[in-house]
């Protein structure tokens, strides 16, 4: 192992969330006025804190969203995830690799720590991540793509941020991770190559992560 910490994003690169949650946010501007199509979702959204969205909303169209937005969001998109939610193909052995050779890993999330929780205990990946091994875009004061997240992560965690190794799969993901002076590998499951400009590597299938991190 080439590094001493690996930093995974959480949506779409842990669990399966991002169709769903991408979807559903689509949905929700529409019906507030905003009309958005799924894949508008995923080319503005995807991998950004909550607050991008009601910068982006409020300057495209001067009108603030409501405050209760981000509740009703959630609840809409925590009650899929209990039908829904999947992890990634694999990275439960890709974790279980990782326990069985000592190598140290943790989340960075640029969702709130109970869309984490709620993810994490409906695929059962709560085994794997203890509160101290998640960090989200709450715990700083800037998302991505500012690389405080990475920063504070691999600062609580202990490691110099040139010895950590980020698994991302969004535009805004992949710029924080380079910002912060890490090497990036783009998850290419949902987004392509050239989207991710500044990963060290590509990869669609996560059985791959273990060869390319070796």
Not at 15 to 21: N, T
Not at 50 to 58: A, D
């Amino acid at each position: 192992m080439r590094y001493d910490l690996v930093i995974f994003d959480n949506d779409g690169v842990l669990v399966d969330s991002e169709s769903i949650s991408n979807r559903l946010l689509a949905a929700f501007l529409t019906e507030l006025g905003h009309p958005t199509s799924y894949e508008e979702s995923i080319r503005d959204y995807m991998g950004s804190a909550m607050h991008r969205v009601h910068e982006l909303v409020l300057e495209r169209t001067g009108r603030p969203l409501p405050e209760d937005f981000d509740d009703v969001f959630h609840s809409r998109v925590f009650a899929a995830f209990e039908r829904e939610l999947k992890p990634v193909p694999a990275v439960v052995e890709v974790l279980e690799k990782f326990v069985a050779d000592d190598v140290p890993f943790c989340v960075a999330s640029s969702g709130s720590h109970e869309r984490i929780r709620v993810g994490h205990r409906t695929t059962g990946l709560d085994r794997w991540f203890g509160p101290g091994l998640v960090f989200s875009a709450q715990d700083v004061g800037r998302g991505k793509p500012e690389p405080d997240l990475f920063l504070y992560a691999a600062a609580r965690m202990g490691v110099a941020p040139e010895r950590c190794v980020v698994v991302e799969d969004s535009p805004a993901g992949v710029r924080a991770g380079v910002s912060a002076g890490m090497d990036v590998y783009g998850f290419t499951a949902m987004t392509p190559a050239d989207k991710l400009v500044g990963a060290k590597g590509y990869f669609s299938d996560m059985e791959e992560l273990l060869d390319l991190l070796s």
